[in-house]
T-cell receptor
Framework: GQQLNQSPQSMFIQEGEDVSMNCTSS?????WLWYKQDPGEGPVLLIA?????ELTSNGRLTAQFGITRKDSFLNISASIPSDVGIYFC???????????FGKGTRLSVIA | DTGVSQDPRHKITKRGQNVTFRCDPI?????LYWYRQTLGQGPEFLTY????????KSRLLSDRFSAERPKGSFSTLEIQRTEQGDSAMYLC?????????????FGQGTRLTVV
């Protein structure tokens, strides 16, 4: 099946810094979703992207659907301690099939 | 609270015992998914239902696993003769099941520890 590759695997940043992470696939995706997971909890949906080139914001978070449809980016501006967690990209293999997930980017924020 | 609900949150069981988990999806969602997540990995798809019909099962779902959604509302996931390798977080999610909206919403998960 299709695999989603996320980078970086982990990152440590100072509070107030901006963060950028990405997700790539060897195949075309028609939908990109970004989730955040806190320890011991289920993933929480942050942003959904449905159109190539689309740029969508949710507060301090901005995500883009790559023009090639094979990648997506998530940016977090002015990070705060509660941004700590694991960020996953996800998308359906095709059409309306169940989501496949990347392995996540673990974000740590140093106050 | 109208989100996805899972019960129990934690389960510790001895190897060889059977366990059953429950998931209550968002009420208007007709799709329900089960995922498994181990440390350092993203959620891995196990199976999903469209209403009461089980449409797909991953090869990760061995014969010891069975899932049901008898009335198209809540679902149960049963693991028979548990093994230590079954230790993981089991996540349930639900969605509207539309091609134009594939957003899935997750419950808090059931963490299974097999000792």
């Amino acid at each position: 099946g299709q695999q989603l590759n996320q980078s970086p695997q982990s990152m440590f940043i100072q509070e107030g810094e901006d963060v950028s992470m990405n997700c790539t696939s060897s195949s075309i995706f028609n939908t990109w979703l970004w989730y955040k997971q806190d320890p011991g909890e289920g993933p929480v949906l942050l942003i959904a992207l449905y159109k190539a080139g689309e740029l969508t914001s949710n507060g301090r978070l901005t995500a883009q659907f790559g023009i090639t449809r094979k990648d997506s980016f998530l940016n977090i501006s002015a990070s705060i301690p509660s941004d700590v967690g694991i960020y996953f990209c996800a998308g359906p293999n095709s059409g309306n099939t169940p989501l496949v997930f990347g392995k996540g980017t673990r974000l740590s924020v140093i106050a | 609270d109208t989100g996805v609900s899972q019960d129990p949150r934690h389960k510790i069981t001895k190897r060889g015992q059977n366990v059953t988990f429950r998931c209550d999806p968002i009420s208007e969602h007709n799709r329900l998914y089960w995922y498994r997540q181990t440390l350092g990995q993203g959620p891995e798809f196990l199976t999903y239902f469209q209403n009461e019909a089980q449409l797909e099962k991953s090869r990760l779902l061995s014969d010891r696993f069975s899932a049901e959604r008898p009335k198209g509302s809540f679902s149960t996931l049963e693991i028979q003769r548990t093994e230590q390798g079954d230790s993981a977080m089991y996540l349930c999610a639900s969605s509207l099941g539309l091609t134009e909206n594939t957003e899935a919403f997750f419950g808090q998960g059931t963490r299974l520890t097999v000792v």
